[in-house]
């Protein structure tokens, strides 16, 4: 069935396979060493190393991760290499390239006392940087992000779109996990997408894209894993940073970061609070057409949102010795939301525009209060052994609970022509108490085994429960009492249990590194739904989830990487659910408590190649994921029920292009583009349900940084449309602009930020089925505009020039 795929999966495998025949196979030496401080002893991150040669020319370089640890590759000769970094003294060692490897061992750096009262700009880091297994975007340095949220953030990502509901989705597939510093999080919420909104952009690193995840993380989540790094100094002494956030429409906030490192002990915390209004609005065009009679119904929707939101974060990190370290720390975010909605419908008697007449109007009013709590307990501790950090234990244990309120007044009114006005005709209440409580508790052992070789292995179990209680009401004329809509009413109860075992071994030899892994996963899930009938569904399933990596250095700039790893997808609390909202009682989204997972086997195979100021990575992918839920519309008596159902299965394959290029001193473009295609089947109810689609998205990003401290960005976002099996997701584009200026002698930033400044962030859709035909917009929010002031405390604000390509692709250790 899937012909045209496989053969276009074979020629660009011949393609990229036929490129890397050409690459050179120049004899090279491996150079490799660890950054620390010369007082404390503790790693440094992004400093930069570089290789330059007799007529000191820059070869290479590369920029130190968090462990201080780095490696690059130069061909066979004599060199300087040069580390910088700021406040600390340059070093300047002569370099014979002779031997296949070459250890540095640990370096320490000593301050400079001459830079310590006046530090100089001297680093940028690039917003992309590629990795073995993952992208790297430091969205700290992205203009665009200034004065967003989380989930703002992660659409302004390559390959990542967040839809109007903030449901996030990597390379086309919503089935994506989202991760808070490598575990799941309070931060996250029982509802993703509405927490999202609550985590302000000021308190975010970095994020990590893993496309393909290897045995090493948690089986869940076909599309992939987003790994959010929140902020977290490293530097003795007390350092830290505040900002403060205005803008249009109504936003103010405050966020500050703080740490203090001395001896043997590093305080850290965050607190962020922010209050913000949103407008937005659309509309849905039906036409219902069933084998008596044909009739439709324009809504014109409208929703204004506003709340405050509250989060702090506090931690502590003992060093019992240099090798031994526990971290504890604590989580608590609170909001509160007030959501106002109107959903005007206009009834006719056909479907055709030029002739059908409106027979009834009516509005219905949402007036909703949403409150959410969040605690969070985390215990880390890790152990070195023998000086390596790559011989070490860790274990984590982490305790979260959630409570979640929705609480609404709904109104029906209905339009009296006579008096030209609506009037009150139905008075309803909905309540929704929620309450998740989550545990996760792993360990994980790596293990080297000689110089090249590695094993490890790990153990990790969570147990969830939460509990759902649903309340319709409705006023009844002549009752004291509301009365309890049954069919819209009840108490759910959802438990999830999980147990795995892993293991991974990591070899190298000349040029070529590979990683086999497997991981275990058993999976206990029971849904009880307490009322209106008493009904229990437990399942339980055991599954292997392999993966293997591969890749061949051609060179010291040119590799290829490829991978292969099989993941799922458990159904989710609220797909299993059988009801779900009643907020618009003519489109109603329930749950299926049938629903089985869906299992994605995933290949990839990419070609990296770094320049002197740019790079390039090329990959092709390919998935075949089955059991593949979508969400289906039917609709019973004019009311659309949109129910996910378990379709057979879906093939995609694309080619993604990531590209990073420093025009010159002041100048950088970033681009990527994702072009692939896709083809879903499946049957239910004896229909079939069917798309194929060939479809692309793309982003540009330009960035200027002028000598008097001023930078400007402008980045732009395309979308092209998309076939669904019951419709079509029309296309979309959006521009944003970013301007900075340093000021306070560079310890304060200035920044103006416009998000979507053509306002064309609308969501457009088309729905069909046998019996009804829906066109769609919606917008969540309009154009917006952000100014933002950041004070940075005893901390420097980080400005790389660039030295060379991204060079991380194809040295580090799995």
Same mark, same amino acid.
């Given at each position: 069935?899937?012909?045209?795929?496989?053969?276009?999966?074979?020629?660009?495998?011949?393609?990229?396979?036929?490129?890397?025949?050409?690459?050179?196979?120049?004899?090279?030496?491996?150079?490799?060493?660890?950054?620390?401080?010369?007082?404390?002893?503790?790693?440094?991150?992004?400093?930069?190393?570089?290789?330059?040669?007799?007529?000191?020319?820059?070869?290479?370089?590369?920029?130190?991760?968090?462990?201080?640890?780095?490696?690059?590759?130069?061909?066979?000769?004599?060199?300087?290499?040069?580390?910088?970094?700021?406040?600390?003294?340059?070093?300047?060692?002569?370099?014979?390239a002779n031997q296949q490897n070459i250890d540095l061992g640990t370096i320490e750096l000593s301050e400079d006392v001459n830079q310590l009262s006046?530090?100089?700009?001297?680093?940028?880091?690039?917003?992309?940087?590629?990795?073995?297994?993952?992208?790297?975007?430091?969205?700290?340095?992205?203009?665009?992000?200034?004065?967003?949220?989380?989930?703002?953030?992660?659409?302004?990502?390559?390959?990542?779109?967040?839809?109007?509901?903030?449901?996030?989705?990597?390379?086309?597939?919503?089935?994506?996990?989202?991760?808070?510093?490598?575990?799941?999080?309070?931060?996250?919420?029982?509802?993703?997408?509405?927490?999202?909104?609550?985590?302000?952009?000021?308190?975010?690193?970095?994020?990590?894209?893993?496309?393909?995840?290897?045995?090493?993380?948690?089986?869940?989540?076909?599309?992939?894993?987003?790994?959010?790094?929140?902020?977290?100094?490293?530097?003795?002494?007390?350092?830290?940073?505040?900002?403060?956030?205005?803008?249009?429409?109504?936003?103010?906030?405050?966020?500050?970061?703080?740490?203090?490192?001395?001896?043997?002990?590093?305080?850290?915390?965050?607190?962020?609070?922010?209050?913000?209004?949103?407008?937005?609005?659309?509309?849905?065009?039906?036409?219902?057409?069933?084998?008596?009679?044909?009739?439709?119904?324009?809504?014109?929707?409208?929703?204004?949102?506003?709340?405050?939101?509250?989060?702090?974060?506090?931690?502590?990190?003992?060093?019992?010795?240099?090798?031994?370290?526990?971290?504890?720390?604590?989580?608590?975010?609170?909001?509160?939301?007030?959501?106002?909605?109107?959903?005007?419908?206009?009834?006719?008697?056909?479907?055709?525009?030029?002739?059908?007449?409106?027979?009834?109007?009516?509005?219905?009013?949402?007036?909703?209060?949403?409150?959410?709590?969040?605690?969070?307990?985390?215990?880390?501790?890790?152990?070195?052994?023998?000086?390596?950090?790559?011989?070490k234990f860790t274990a984590d244990f982490q305790y979260r609970n959630n409570t979640e309120t929705e609480d609404s007044d709904l109104r029906n009114?209905?339009?009296?022509?006579?008096?030209?006005?609506?009037?009150?005709?139905?008075?309803?209440?909905?309540?929704?108490?929620?309450?998740?409580?989550?545990?996760?508790?792993?360990?994980?052992?790596?293990?080297?085994?000689?110089?090249?070789?590695?094993?490890?292995?790990?153990?990790?179990?969570?147990?969830?429960?939460?509990?759902?209680?649903?309340?319709?009401?409705?006023?009844?004329?002549?009752?004291?009492?509301?009365?309890?809509?049954?069919?819209?009413t009840n108490d759910f109860i959802y438990n999830e249990n999980v147990h795995a075992l892993y293991a991974i071994y990591n070899s190298e030899f000349?040029?070529?590194?590979?990683?086999?892994?497997?991981?275990?996963?058993?999976?206990?899930?029971?849904?009880?739904?307490?009322?209106?009938?008493?009904?229990?569904?437990?399942?339980?399933?055991?599954?292997?989830?392999?993966?293997?990596?591969?890749?061949?250095?051609?060179?010291?700039?040119?590799?290829?990487?490829?991978?292969?790893?099989?993941?799922?997808?458990?159904?989710?609390?609220?797909?299993?659910?059988?009801?779900?909202?009643?907020?618009?009682?003519?489109?109603?989204?329930?749950? %299926?408590? =049938? $629903? *089985?997972?869906?299992?994605?086997?995933? @290949?990839? !195979?990419?070609?990296?190649?770094? #320049?002197?100021?740019? &790079?390039?990575?090329?990959?092709?992918?390919?998935?075949?994921?089955?059991?593949?839920?979508?969400?289906?519309?039917?609709?019973?008596?004019?009311?659309?029920?949109?129910?996910?159902?378990?379709?057979?299965?879906?093939?995609?394959?694309?080619?993604?292009?990531?590209?990073?290029?420093?025009?010159?001193?002041?100048?950088?473009? %970033?681009? =990527? $583009? *994702?072009?692939?295609?896709?083809?879903? @089947?499946? !049957?239910?109810?004896?229909?079939? #349900?069917?798309?194929? &689609?060939?479809?692309?998205?793309?982003?540009?990003?330009?960035?200027?940084?002028?000598?008097?401290?001023?930078?400007?960005?402008?980045?732009?976002?395309?979308?092209?449309?998309?076939?669904?099996?019951?419709?079509?997701?029309?296309?979309?584009?959006?521009?944003?602009?970013?301007?900075?200026?340093?000021?306070?002698?560079?310890?304060?930033?200035?920044?103006?930020?416009?998000?979507?400044?053509?306002?064309?962030?609308?969501?457009?859709?088309?729905?069909?089925?046998?019996?009804?035909?829906?066109?769609?917009?919606?917008?969540?929010?309009?154009?917006?505009?952000?100014?933002?002031?950041?004070?940075?405390?005893?901390?420097?604000?980080?400005?790389?020039?660039?030295?060379?390509?991204?060079?991380?692709?194809?040295?580090?250790?799995?």
């Open positions: 069935m899937f012909n045209t795929s496989k053969i276009i999966l074979k020629i660009f495998v011949l393609i990229l396979l036929s490129i890397s025949s050409q690459a050179l196979w120049a004899q090279s030496t491996t150079v490799s060493g660890k950054l620390v401080d010369g007082k404390t002893k503790e790693p440094l991150a992004y400093a930069n190393v570089s290789v330059f040669d007799s007529n000191d020319k820059l070869v290479t370089g590369t920029v130190t991760p968090e462990s201080g640890v780095f490696q690059l590759q130069v061909d066979n000769g004599e060199y300087t290499l040069r580390i910088q970094f700021i406040s600390y003294q340059t070093i300047n060692r002569k370099l014979n006046e530090v100089e700009v001297v680093a940028k880091r690039p917003q992309m940087e590629m990795k073995l297994d993952k992208r790297v975007f430091n969205v700290s340095e992205d203009l665009s992000n200034i004065g967003s949220n989380a989930e703002s953030l992660l659409d302004n990502l390559p390959s990542v779109t967040v839809d109007i509901e903030g449901n996030v989705s990597l390379r086309g597939s919503g089935n994506v996990r989202i991760l808070i510093d490598g575990r799941p999080s309070g931060l996250v919420g029982i509802s993703g997408g509405s927490a999202l909104r609550q985590i302000q952009a000021d308190q975010i690193e970095r994020v990590e894209v893993i496309t393909n995840p290897s045995a090493r993380y948690e089986a869940e989540g076909n599309a992939g894993i987003i790994n959010i790094i929140m902020k977290k100094e490293k530097k003795g002494g007390f350092n830290g940073s505040v900002s403060t956030n205005l803008g249009y429409p109504i936003i103010g906030g405050v966020n500050s970061n703080v740490n203090y490192r001395k001896g043997n002990i590093n305080l850290f915390g965050a607190y962020g609070i922010t209050y913000r209004e949103n407008f937005g609005g659309g509309y849905i065009d039906q036409e219902f057409t069933p084998e008596d009679t044909t009739y439709s119904t324009f809504v014109d929707r409208q929703r204004e949102r506003s709340g405050i939101s509250q989060n702090a974060r506090l931690g502590l990190d003992y060093s019992f010795n240099e090798s031994t370290t526990l971290t504890g720390s604590f989580l608590y975010r609170i909001s509160d939301e007030n959501n106002l909605s109107y959903n005007y419908y206009d009834d006719y008697n056909g479907i055709d525009r030029n002739t059908r007449e409106l027979i009834r109007r009516s509005v219905r009013i949402q007036d909703e209060k949403e409150d959410e709590e969040v605690l969070e307990y985390e215990l880390n501790f890790t152990k070195t052994f023998g000086g390596n950090d790559d011989h009114e209905r339009f009296v022509i006579s008096q030209n006005q609506f009037v009150d005709s139905i008075q309803q209440r909905s309540l929704i108490d929620e309450f998740s409580e989550n545990i996760l508790m792993q360990a994980n052992y790596v293990k080297p085994i000689g110089e090249n070789r590695s094993f490890e292995t790990g153990w990790r179990s969570t147990l969830r429960t939460i509990t759902n209680e649903y309340e319709v009401t409705q006023d009844i004329e002549g009752q004291e009492a509301d009365s309890v809509l049954s069919d819209f000349n040029k070529f590194t590979y990683q086999l892994g497997l991981r275990a996963e058993l999976t206990d899930i029971t849904t009880r739904l307490k009322s209106p009938v008493d009904t229990t569904n437990a399942r339980d399933y055991l599954n292997l989830f392999p993966s293997v990596f591969m890749t061949y250095e051609f060179s010291k700039l040119h590799s290829l990487q490829a991978s292969y790893s099989r993941r799922f997808d458990r159904p989710g609390f609220r797909s299993l659910n059988p009801f779900s909202n009643f907020n618009d009682d003519r489109n109603i989204r329930i749950g %299926n408590p =049938n $629903l *089985n997972p869906e299992f994605t086997d995933s @290949y990839e !195979v990419g070609l990296v190649n770094n #320049f002197n100021d740019a &790079t390039l990575y090329s990959g092709l992918y390919y998935r075949r994921t089955t059991g593949v839920t979508e969400r289906i519309n039917t609709v019973i008596d004019g009311v659309t029920y949109a129910q996910p159902q378990n379709l057979a299965e879906r093939n995609s394959v694309g080619i993604e292009n990531n590209y990073s290029h420093d025009l010159n001193d002041w100048w950088r473009l %970033n681009g =990527n $583009l *994702n072009v692939f295609y896709s083809e879903t @089947y499946g !049957v239910v109810d004896e229909q079939v #349900f069917q798309a194929e &689609t060939f479809t692309a998205s793309g982003r540009a990003t330009s960035q200027m940084s002028f000598s008097n401290d001023f930078n400007f960005q402008l980045s732009a976002f395309y979308r092209a449309p998309q076939q669904t099996t019951q419709g079509t997701r029309k296309a979309f584009y959006m521009v944003d602009l970013g301007f900075s200026k340093d000021v306070l002698d560079k310890k304060g930033t200035l920044a103006l930020n416009v998000r979507d400044l053509l306002n064309s962030r609308k969501w457009r859709t088309t729905t069909s089925g046998e019996d009804f035909y829906y066109e769609s917009e919606f917008q969540w929010r309009t154009t917006t505009v952000t100014l933002s002031f950041d004070y940075r405390i005893n901390s420097n604000k980080r400005n790389k020039e660039r030295e060379g390509g991204d060079y991380e692709g194809g040295g580090e250790d799995f």
